[in-house]
């Protein structure tokens, strides 16, 4: 049902999907990440309480649609299509697709990818982009993590996804790095349900109130500073 944001300390249930790390990742059975420490800091500033709930990046924009949630958030690009069946709010992130390859490969952009097989996650901006290019076979899955073990054990020559996390996951994994420049410029928007439009009216309040008094600039630091 509708949010009654009239009540004291109401409870708004997020979807999150969790296998996009720094953004959200489950860490001893807990959503935690940037994404997270977010919304939780735009909740307390804006009065209310967060219930978060997980799911497949894929489900969440039916979710919405369907009330199950009335926000989510996913590093989820904003994008003109996605726009049209939920609120996005003011952009917080700035980001873009790279391309991940093993340091010993000789695949330097995206025209070395032709006729060879580029890892990503199903429904996302990265297997849109994907799709549309007839000389790459794509292989799309769930979990962004069965993309990376797919590039690790040959399967596929590239990951192609958004930067920051292929960023995070080279960190951990000293034979891989990202090569060339972004491909894409796209910024993440938290998404709100159509239903919710004082909900939406609250987050980029929030939103403003935790990039004015520095709390975004300390969440940054933690996530992304070195
Ligand atoms: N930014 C990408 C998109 O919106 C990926 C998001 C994600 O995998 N959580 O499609």
Known sequence: GLLNLAKAEPVVKVGVDTTFPPFEMQEHGKVVGFDVDLVNAIAKAEGFKVEWHTMDFQGLIPALQTGTIQMAVAGMTITPQRAQVVYFSKPYYHSGQS???KKDSPI?????LKGKTAATKLGTTADIMLSKMKDIKVER???????YNQLQNGGAQAVVFDNPVNINYAKTHKNVHTVGKLLTGEDYGIAVSKQDPRLLEKVNA??????????????YRKYFGD
């Open 141 to 147: 899955f769930t979990n962004i993590d069965d993309a």
């Open 108 to 112: 330097k952009d995206l025209a070395d």
């Open 99 to 101: 391309i991940l390859v």
């Open 206 to 219: 929030g939103l403003e109130k935790i990039l004015q008094n520095g709390t975004y600039l300390k969440l």
